[in-house]
């Protein structure tokens, strides 16, 4: 019988109950998924509660992901190139923090186009905050490519690329730039919140340019169709969604904790329709 969890704010409306739920099923093993819903001003307080707990693992998401830090024994090579932990582990060794949201994202993109990083190609990536980090970090170490960042402030995708070792692999581009070159990538990332429900509903980037047979990825996932989306789709893009990487780095996760190999594919379906 394991015992998970999740330490966020807010954490009211997060699907990893049911997620870890349908792995637990899967792979036949009995477990409870709690979450942890802990106030800024409360957290070290909260986390020392809940390692003391009876739990096997926890899962931390915003805006705890880079604060679990000093709160842990040790932390995993690239979780801390990249100072944030999605996934916390009891082990002998003590209390361990795992990054899986760039692996979770990369594979989750490969089993839905395995050619995809045959030979080298160009990749536009859009944002520079946490989520943008950990993909361009699991990009750079797995794939060959070439990529522009574009991101609001632009400062942030500069450092973003100097601090994890993308000098010479990445650039940062304007978001004109990006718009005007869109025919001259194969594979576009959106990462930022833009889009994101209740946000509005709008495209950070024109795709006007955009080539048939992009890849076109949002990690947005609620809605699932994103506007963004919409827009890749009626260019002849091939699309990639938020919630495939949701549902992979959850089984990154579920697998660090029990060992265990379960499969996202056929979760597929069924979460597309919870979330509609
Ligand atoms: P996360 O960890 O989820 O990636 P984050 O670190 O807050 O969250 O990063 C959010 C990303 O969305 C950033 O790239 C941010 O751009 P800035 O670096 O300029 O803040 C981007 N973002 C958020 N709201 C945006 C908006 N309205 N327009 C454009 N970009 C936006």
Redesign the pocket.
Known sequence: MYTFGLAGFPVGHSLSPWIHGQLMKQTGVEGDYQLFEIKPEDFDEQISEMKNRDLDGFNVT?PYKEKIIPHLDGVDGSAAQLGAVNTVKRTSEGWIGYNTDGTGFLHSLQARFPDLFEQEINVLLL??????RGIFDALMKQAEVQVDVA???LS?AESMIAETGGAGIARAVSFDEAEQAAGEYDLIIQ????GMSPNEDTS?LSLQNLKEGTVVSDIVYRPVMTTFLKEAEQKGARLHFGHEMLLQQAVYAFQIWTDLEPEARPLLEKFERKLK
């Open positions: 915003v944002g520079s905050g946490g989520a943008a991101n609001r402030t942030r990462t930022t919140t833009v950070i």
